[in-house]
């Protein structure tokens, strides 16, 4: 079973305040999946066990330790309960790694999404996707989004999930160094300031883009993200990018996550592809793709 596992963006990202019990922040968050894909290819094995080949050597982190395995791992107990016997089988994943990793696109959250919802079918279990969700959510807080994989108003600590239909498909140029901004060490970061932000709605971005009811207003930002401060002061790099961006032509540009990918979001793949072409020229170094929302 070949599966496609796509990248998103937070086309807003506003953090609204902590969990005193826990520490999770929880967010507002306007997540558009996207035409980048990694491939994770589910096939049952002679051998027992689960087996993770990373066939693109682009994995960072161990096996037992990646969300692909953890996945595999979660569902063979899930099997075992639908099914009121032990799996004893073995599982092979092939997983060709294309998102770039820690970077703020989900890909580890959608590659594990990919393999609950493959495995799911592969073996006729049958579970619902709100079981799926959570399933996921005990993996990381954005692999309930990836079950149903629409976009959507995500809130809570990613659990909170409001899905739609848009009406426009939005492009993209996409863009990142090799460079991981932890998660946790940007809200901790965040956690310093002076206090949460709670004061940039999403609205204008429902209006303009999503809901398709009127044509974009350049002079009205929709973009938003509660760590592009913090993260645009700490790495010179990521904030290179994002003025490359702008300087060729880009008028919405953001982070998605915390980062390091930075995106610029168009109208039409025309408007994209202009300013893919001057900024290709001047981020050699740096991983850049064109996408468009799936």
């Known amino acids: 079973m070949i599966l496609l596992a796509p990248a998103k963006v937070n086309l807003t990202l506003q953090i609204t305040g902590r969990d005193r019990k826990d520490g999770y922040h929880f967010i507002k968050s306007v997540f558009d999946p996207v035409s980048l894909y990694d491939v994770i290819e589910i096939s049952v094995s002679k051998k027992t066990g689960i087996k993770v080949i990373d066939v693109n050597k682009k994995l960072k982190v161990k096996q037992k330790d990646n969300m692909v395995y953890k996945a595999a791992k979660m569902m063979l107990e899930e099997a075992g309960k639908v099914k009121n016997k032990r799996m004893r089988m073995g599982i092979r994943i092939r997983v060709y790694k294309y998102i770039p990793h820690g970077a703020g696109l989900g890909g580890g959250s959608s590659d594990a999404a990919a ?13 619902p996707a709100g079981k799926m969700e959570k399933i996921g959510f005990q993996l990381g807080s954005d692999v309930p989004f990836f079950i149903r994989c629409s976009p959507a108003v995500v809130g809570g600590k ?27 060490d940007a809200y901790r970061e965040f956690d310093k300031g002076p206090a949460l932000t709670r004061g940039k709605p999403y609205n204008n971005l429902l209006v303009y883009y999503l809901k398709g009811k009127k044509k974009f207003d350049n002079n009205k930002k929709i973009l938003y993200n509660s760590f592009s401060g913090l993260v645009f002061k700490r790495h010179v790099k990521i904030k290179k990018i994002k003025e490359v961006l702008e300087n060729c032509g880009a008028e919405n540009v953001s982070l998605s996550g915390s980062g390091s990918a930075v995106f610029a979001v168009f109208e039409t793949k025309k408007q994209a592809l202009r300013v893919f072409k001057r900024a290709r020229g001047k981020l050699k170094k740096e991983f850049m793709c064109m996408a468009h929302s799936v």
Do not use: D, H
């Open 158 to 184: 990613g659990e909170k999930i409001r899905r739609f239909e848009a009406k426009k498909t939005l492009w993209y140029v996409i863009a990142c160094p090799e460079i991981k901004v932890n998660t946790a």
């Open 115 to 127: 393999v609950i919802t493959g495995m799911n079918r592969l073996f006729k279990l049958k579970i």
